[in-house]
Structure formats: C-alpha cells, structure tokens
C-alpha cells in the first residue's frame, strides 16, 4: 500500500518590498531594524514584588492568527499593573491593540502564554498561566484557558475544562506546552512550575469532550525537586510520540521518553542532557541537516565560575535517545543570564540559526545583551546581534518568531521584565539567493490528529540538502512563536515536500515552488496520493475496510467499522 497522500488547500504568496542588506549565505550581511513603535507594538511589562516576588522572571507573550486572516497576531501579557494587549495585525506592517474587544484585556499577574487549537474548532486559543488579579498577594487556580469564539471574542474556559491549576498549593506562574502525548488526536497540557517545586509540575490529558484529566503521578512522575519552567513536547526519535522535554532551574531539567503507552521514562541520565546548571529557556530544529532533532537550553553563564555556571547547552541528537553536548564547541554557550530561544533561519540559506535572550538585574548579567548566533553550516555558529540591528539590551525573558508582515523573512519580538516590549523587523533583501518556503497544517478535515497538525513533521528537500521542520505547541520560555515550519531554501527555486503526519500517513507535494505560504490539509479520503479525491480512493477504502487496516480508523477511536465508512463518504462527498 503506498502511504504517502497528496495535499490540497490554498497558496498565498506575498513578497513586499523591504529595505535593508541581504542575507549571509552569499557573503552578505543579516540586518534587522527595531520597529517597534512603527508597528505599533508599544507595550510595557510592569510586575509587583509585594504581590508575588517571583514575577521579577515574567514577561510573557504568543503567536497566534486569532482572526483567522492569515497575518500573525501578538497576545502580550502585561505583568499586573496595566491589563493584557492583544495585537491584531491590520496587514500593513502594523497592529492595533484589540484586548478590550475581544474579552483579554485582564489585569492581572501573567507568566506565560502558549497557542493551540486545543479543541479542534480550527481557532486559535491561549492558555495563560496567572498568579491571580493584581493585589490579591497571589492565588492558586487562576490560570486561564481563552477559548477562541470565532466572533472576534474569547472565553476563558480553564475551570470547566479543568486546567486552571497548576500547583494546588502555591501560587505559581511559568510556561505551559501543548502536545498529543497519547496520539488520540486531542491535545495534552503541561503545566511547569517553579515556586512549589515539590508537587508542582501537572500534566494534564484532554479527554476530548472538552474537559481534561490531571495524570500527574500516573502518566509521568515529576521527582521532587523540580524547578520546572518550560516544557515542551517533540518526537525526537521518530515514533510519532512525542517525548517532554523539561528545562529546570538547579539542574532539575529532565528528558522523558514516551513509552508509547501513555507512560513517560525519566530517561535524562542514559541521554547525556541536563549538563546545564540552570535550564530556562529551550527550542529544538534540526541544526546539522541530519534528520533528526537536536536540543539547546538556555541558562547562566560566567567565566569566572564556569563550572558551576557554564553556559547554554546544546545537544546534538545521535539516535536512540543519546546526545553529544557541543555548545562550546559550536559556539553557542556564551549567552549571559539566559532565558528565551527560538530556532530559526533568519537569512534563508537553508540552515537553522539561534536567537536568545538574556538578562538579571545584578551584574555581570544587568548589561548583557540578546544574541543571535548564525549557524555557518560547518558545526559553528557566529554571535552577530548587535552587528546585525538586534540591539536589545535587559531584563529579556520571552522571544518569539514570526512573519509579521507575509514577506518570507522571519522576523524577532523580545518580552523584558518589568521593560518595553521590543521588536525587530527582518529586512531581509529577497533575490535568487534567499528563497523561501512557509508551511502551516490544516488538520479540521479528520477526528484522529490535533488542531493545526500540532506533533507533525516536515521535510524540505532541495538539491542541496533536506531539512527537517516540525509544528509544535511550545514553550520557549513563557511563550510560543508562529506555528509554522519554515524553509529557507537559498538558491533554489523550489523543494519537495514530505508531511508526517501524527497519525502515520504522509503527503508528499512535488516541487513546491519557493516564495510562498503553502497550507497543506490532510486529505482522509485521498487515498491512493494522486492528488484528487474519485472512485480509485473509494476501491482504496474497501480494500482497507475489508483487511481492516489501521489507516482505515479514520474517526480514531481505535476501531475499523461502518462509523468509519460514513467517515469515508462525509470526506469523499467533500471532495477532500
């Protein structure tokens, strides 16, 4: 049986004129240019110390297309003293703050914020972490589950779904992730937790009728002590379960693996990690081109007492859960008091560069600027921030990407605690030599895959090399940047696709032209992959039903029979 599916959806291409230096691939120079107040982006993080003292490490913010228009919007949240910003993209390179309308402008202690569609709406939502309203000395039980209405309104569901708790006993706010830990097709949460570091971390299984499950101490057991602040959830060995991958402060980051049975191992000691003294911030790509992905966690350094303070960390994947720690030797340990990260190619030459924050109010850290460190495709990596325009100095805690503007550059807003938000725009010059591709999932079209193929992977090929993209549902740190995987493609005017899907299909899209946004759906009823829906598909499905095969469950639940036919004939009658 071929496996693979072709794709259908909608093509948007956008380039705009942009002004700046070109790319590094050809020799050339990266250049980002500060636009905050241009965008119309001004927003200040202010937080109490009497209220809640550990919010001196907020500063949280996410991506998300929450109007469904497809230009990134910004959800900032604003520390206590001011309420939350929503920014609505208006598509001329500059958003309007939108909070008020839309039900968000809530003043209140805010962590972190990560995006999903976590009920399969095709909308996005945000969860939020919260110490409570400003002045109540901080509450347990107040985060937030905004559930997207789809009329330019949002919900906060997080008490009847059940997920408005992190610690049951201490107030407690950092990141949260998203992910589909049991393959079921609904979304998992997991909630990190810093304060109560005894029994803090939660994680939580949606039941898929819109409550969810605490499977802590079932599902996964967080030993004490854990100074949990960014989970996150990424297949990294291949099995379409995703691990969770756990940065902790005073050595408590963890890697579990994903027994496929709704069970995680602790397998952090076997995997070479958690050679950081102080894991904050996290993001996984593909740095090598190797197919497989890698791991850096952000964290302190300082020289004059490197071993007890040594640096970010970054951990090249070898297969079968073990990992070769090279950040010295890379080039991308020497951070400063690190927090946020994201993987992304900033000049389109195919290979996945680092941004990172960093910043404490004492020094040596008070001084220390964000970096942005260009992977050179060697094994190396250049720090090139300030020579670059990314001139962010402070108390950084959150960095997210996307492409505001639709131009094909991938562009860098950084989150500062108790500071003004700062954002920079990529001023990329696009010619033959920085090409580009964007690709987002649409996953609406079948019950047995989460909201916008979050825990998907997908493979750039060009003849120059393949790389690796994946979607996933955060954290950074207190964050989650766009839900896409881009490409920067270089010379090539074109890539071959490959999507794997959480389910075990595939799609495949032959020579996808470079310089677009491409929205791949999952097509249930395309079954032979020759990119149309007709009578072959159903002769496919009958042979499937008939042999009962798995791919033949397309309602997931775990069984093949008539309910799945009628599946069948719903996507077939569709066209899709």
């Known amino acids: 049986m071929n496996t693979d599916r072709g794709y259908t959806g909608r093509a948007a291409l956008a380039l705009l004129a942009v002004s700046g230096l070109a ?5 050339q120079t990266v250049q980002f240019s500060e636009q905050t107040a241009a965008a119309g982006l001004s927003s200040t993080h202010f937080w109490d110390p009497v209220d809640v003292p550990a919010s001196y490490m907020d500063a949280g913010m996410a991506v998300g297309d929450f109007n469904g228009d497809g230009w990134m919007d910004l959800f900032v949240l604003a520390g206590g003293a001011i309420p939350d910003r929503l920014f609505i993209n208006n598509h001329d390179g500059t958003f309007s703050d939108q909070a008020a309308a839309w039900g968000v402008a809530k003043r209140h202690i805010g962590g972190g914020a990560v995006v999903a569609d976590y009920n399969k709406d095709g909308r996005d939502d945000i969860y939020v972490t919260s110490y409570g309203d400003n002045g109540t000395g901080g509450r347990t039980g107040q985060h937030m589950l905004y559930r997207n209405n789809g009329d330019g309104t949002f919900t ?6 059940g997920v408005n708790w992190g610690s049951a006993t201490t107030p407690d ?7 589909d830990y049991d393959l079921d097709g609904d979304l998992d949460l997991c909630v990190g937790c810093w304060i109560d570091h ?7 299984r949606n039941e898929g009728d819109g409550t969810f499950t605490n499977v802590t101490g079932i599902a996964i057991t967080f030993a004490p002590p854990t100074y949990g602040f960014s989970p996150r959830f990424i297949d990294m060995d291949g099995d379409r379960y995703p691990e969770l991958l756990q940065t902790g402060d005073f050595g408590t980051s963890k890697y579990f693996k994903n027994n496929r049975d709704g069970t995680f191992t602790d397998v952090t000691a076997s995997a070479g990690c958690n050679k950081e003294s102080n894991g904050m911030g996290q993001t996984v790509a593909d740095f090598d081109h190797d197919g497989m992905l890698d791991w850096y966690v952000t964290s302190i350094h300082y020289p004059e007492f490197f071993s007890v303070y040594p640096g970010n960390m970054l951990y090249m994947n070898q297969g079968n859960h073990v990992y070769t720690e090279v950040g010295i030797a890379s080039g991308v340990m020497p951070g400063g008091w690190g927090w946020g990260t994201t993987a992304v190619d900033v000049n389109n030459d195919g290979w996945t560069d680092i941004a990172e924050t960093n910043g404490w109010g004492n020094p040596p850290w008070m001084f220390v600027g964000s970096k942005l460190f260009l ?3 060697d094994g190396t990596f250049d720090q090139l921030a300030p020579d670059c325009g990314i001139t962010h100095i402070g108390d950084g805690r959150a960095l997210v990407r996307l492409d505001y503007d639709n131009d094909g550059d991938q562009d860098i807003v950084i989150a500062s605690n108790n500071l003004p938000l700062r954002f920079y725009r990529n001023d990329l010059i696009h010619d033959a030599s920085t090409n580009w591709i964007r690709i987002f999932l649409d996953t ?13 992977k997908i493979r750039a090929t060009t003849t120059a090399f393949t790389q690796t993209g994946h979607i996933d549902g955060g954290a950074n740190y207190l964050s989650s940047g766009e839900q896409s ?3 920067g493609l270089g010379a090539a005017a074109s890539a ?9 299909r595939t799609t495949t899209v032959p020579a996808a032209a470079a310089g677009q946004t491409l929205t791949i759906t999952f097509c249930p009823a395309d079954l032979n992959d020759d990119l149309q829906v007709d009578f072959a598909d159903y002769l496919e499905f009958l042979n499937l039903y008939d042999a009962q095969d798995p791919f033949a469950d397309l309602n997931g639940d775990g069984n093949v029979d008539f309910s799945d036919y009628l599946e069948f004939l719903n996507a077939y009658d569709a066209g899709c």
Request: with cysteine; net charge positive.
């Open 23 to 27: 790319a590094g691939a050809s020799g």
């Open 156 to 161: 906060d569901v997080a008490a009847s779904c």
């Open 173 to 179: 706010a950092f990141s949260a992730a998203w992910g």
């Open 198 to 204: 005894l029994n803090g971390m939660r994680l939580y």
């Open 375 to 377: 992977n050179k495709g």
């Open 444 to 456: 609406s079209r079948t019950p047995t895959m989460p909201g916008r193929g979050i825990g998907s």
């Open 485 to 487: 995987a881009f490409f």
């Open 496 to 504: 071959d696709l490959r999507v794997e899907w959480t389910n075990g």
